[in-house]
């Protein structure tokens, strides 16, 4: 069982910055994959990043070049950095696992999610 606390939701200003992180417990998370999705209302949730236990990191289109995803292993956690942000990036933003290191965009790939933190951007 892993168990995933996000944090660092709030209210920023179109153009702002805001770093989201997830701590995550087990004693492997080292060789987890973790990777950050994003609700917003009304529509489906969506890929927002990952970062494979190799340290590889793939991002959705939207973010590319204004997201970064990052990873402490010594910490068990993950963060989302969030830098040039539109009112389109609102949303709740979920951390997840894979345990296995075969995580995709998918996220039917992850086995533990976390409860989420909102996101919210003002124009």
């Known amino acids: 069982q892993v168990q995933l606390v996000e944090s660092g939701g709030g209210l920023v200003q179109a153009g702002g910055s805001l770093t989201l992180s997830c701590a995550a417990s087990?004693?492997?998370?080292?060789?987890?994959?973790m990777g950050w999705f994003r609700q917003a209302p009304g529509k489906e949730r969506e890929f927002v990043a990952v970062?494979?236990?190799?340290?590889?990191?793939y991002y959705a289109d939207s973010v590319k070049g204004r997201f970064t995803i990052s990873r402490d292993n010594a910490k068990n956690t993950v963060d989302l950095e969030m830098n040039s942000l539109k009112p389109e990036d609102t949303a709740v933003y979920y951390c997840?696992?894979?345990?296995?290191?075969?995580?995709?965009?998918?996220?039917?790939?992850?086995?533990?999610w976390g409860q989420g933190t909102q996101v919210t951007i003002s124009s």
């Open positions: 997840a696992s894979n345990v296995n290191g075969r995580a995709t965009t998918r996220d039917h790939d992850y086995d533990y």
């Open positions: 970062i494979k236990w190799s340290g590889r990191t």
């Open positions: 087990g004693r492997t998370f080292s060789s987890y994959d």
